[in-house]
């Protein structure tokens, strides 16, 4: 089903691990508004959900709980995206912080090794996507490069829809049902950054 | 595989681009906007901004810049330049920066690079740091170079990271503008004692000069400016050149 884009009602969801105004921005560029919020019925009407953030997922998930954000994201059945630790939520589990998550994904997420030589942490630039699965991310983007900073992967699971590889392979991007996710940056990763969130929009 | 990152820096005053910027059927070089979309569509991997205005109204000018950057490009973007608390820090990460740079802040009031970390996160802080080699030691200068002070290169540098930096950007002061390549022996002992990624500054003046900093300076990014403004090596050029010698780059 696609709708115009007048009546196309999209929300970011507004927390305190948002780099809310970037993926705005991205939206404008491509021709959406969004509303950034945190309002329940709002949240629960749009057609789109997107759950952004750059941030540390102990204390994200305790702002999460607080304002009964959680079980509200868990509820949601319009498609959603995660964003970088916005896909770290989706997980069951996460090492930052110790910390039980949203439970989506059947995933845990782990630190990268950092005593690894030659491998900086954070994984921070571009890198390639690899092994993409039909149905989000376009197969055309195989070994082409998207933006990433993160500590924290999610292992490659049933539900892994592109990977990357870093130290070792990791999950790039996620798909189950209405949940979509990725670890890299959409909104900084250029063109196909733009394209991927046309698409998870236009889907 | 992660790609070295190729970095165009711009400086910018009054929320206008200064150096002389030439490119033949560009118009626009003056906005810092325009040029950062160019540079963007040539395939520089991230932009770098540099405020050099004094003034209180210059500020203002380049925050509200910031957020034109933000509207207009889909790359990465570090903004620099007089921002000397958390609060500076906090109004341009709101305007829409990626990161910050801190550099002769940092080394007055080494507790801004843990503040900065704790409240916005290691990715946010880049440490910026000017340094000449000295009677056989890299000393770190502050005050856009003019003033030396007591601490050397490494040991500044391993601080900044324990403070939770997340990125060095390191310009040598001896080969900056000089162009005849990067400070390679100095990058790779950086490398070697470092965990996080060290971004190279200073001395680019031809395409072999970022193959050395890659592989001998061990680098993970490349910063530049006049070459690029004077369009004296393209950057879709460069990454040409860097990925016919298997250097790793986003092309």
Known sequence: MFLAKTVMKIAIIKYNAGNNFSVECALKRI???????????????ADRVIFPGVGEASSAMAYLKEH???????????????????????????????INCLGIFNAQVKRFASSIQDYKIPHMGWNTLNNIKPGFIPKEFENQYVYYVHSYYVPITEDTAATTDYIHPFSAALHKGNFFSTQFHPEKSGDIGETIIKRFIEQ | ????????????????????????????????????????????????????????????????????????????????????????????????ADKISI??????????????????????????????????????????????????????????QERGAGEILFTSMDHDGVKTGFACEALALLNEKLSIPIIASGGA?????????????????????????????????LKVYLNERNINVRI
């Open chain 1, 31 to 45: 021709g959406y508004e969004a509303i950034i919020t945190d309002n329940p019925d709002i949240i629960l009407n």
């Open chain 1, 68 to 98: 009964k954000l959680d079980l509200l994201i868990k509820s949601l059945t319009q498609p959603v995206l995660g964003i970088c630790i916005g896909q770290q939520l989706l997980c069951s589990h996460s090492e930052e912080g110790n």
């Open chain 2, 1 to 96: 595989m992660l790609a070295k990152r190729i970095i165009p820096c711009l400086d910018v005053k009054d929320g206008t681009t200064v150096k002389g910027v030439n490119f033949v059927n560009f118009k626009n070089a003056g906005d810092p906007v325009e040029l950062g979309k160019k540079y963007s569509q040539d395939g520089a991997d991230e932009l770098v901004f540099l405020d050099i205005t004094a003034s209180h109204e210059g500020r203002k000018t380049f925050v509200n810049l910031v957020t034109r950057i933000a509207k207009n490009i889909s790359i990465p973007f570090t903004v620099g330049g007089g921002i000397n608390d958390v609060s500076d820090v906090d109004k341009l990460l709101n305007a829409g």
């Open chain 2, 103 to 160: 550099n002769s802040a940092a080394l007055r009031n080494p507790n801004l690079i843990d503040n900065i970390a704790k409240n916005f996160g290691n990715q946010v802080c880049v440490t910026a740091i000017d340094a000449r080699y000295d009677n056989g030691e890299w000393i770190c200068y502050i005050n856009g170079g003019r003033i030396p002070t007591e601490r050397k290169l490494i040991e500044w540098a391993h601080e900044a």
């Open chain 2, 205 to 237: 003046g031809d395409y072999s000069h970022f193959y050395d900093v890659f592989t001998a300076g061990k680098a993970d990014a490349a910063l530049a400016a006049s070459i690029f403004h004077f369009n004296e090596i393209p950057i879709d050029n």
